[in-house]
């Protein structure tokens, strides 16, 4: 059984920062890209950002590209997402997934998901 656990998420303020992490259980993750996604409150779920399995490659969406970094340590089985210049706008909760097939972009594209970390950024 595949579990993916967030943390790090919580409340700060605008041009703050935070550091997201991803613990995987039941998968070693060296071997998987990995991507986060993030939900806002009455809107859809939206890629975030992704980095292939050897973390060589990422993509980043546009709104998030230059703030935030995906990195990950495959020794630790850890995932993170670092997320600086925060604005009120990147409120949400963030999610963790393993990729599975398909565009990077997409949710569908991966199957493995972890319940989510909320993170709050006040004006």
């Known amino acids: 059984q595949v579990q993916l656990v967030e943390s790090g998420g919580g409340l700060v303020q605008a041009g703050g920062s935070l550091r997201l992490s991803c613990a995987a259980s039941?998968?070693?993750?060296?071997?998987?890209?990995m991507g986060w996604f993030r939900q806002a409150p009455g809107k859809e779920r939206e890629f975030v950002a992704r980095i292939s399995y050897d973390g060589r490659t990422t993509d980043y969406a546009d709104s998030v590209k230059g703030r935030f970094t995906i990195s990950r340590d495959n020794a630790k089985n850890l995932v993170y997402l670092r997320m600086n210049s925060l604005k009120p706008e990147d409120t949400a909760v963030y999610y963790c997934s393993s990729y599975y097939s398909g565009n990077y972009y997409f949710e569908r594209s991966y199957d493995y998901w972890g319940q989510g970390t909320q993170v709050t950024v006040s004006s």
């Open positions: 039941g998968r070693t993750l060296s071997g998987y890209t």
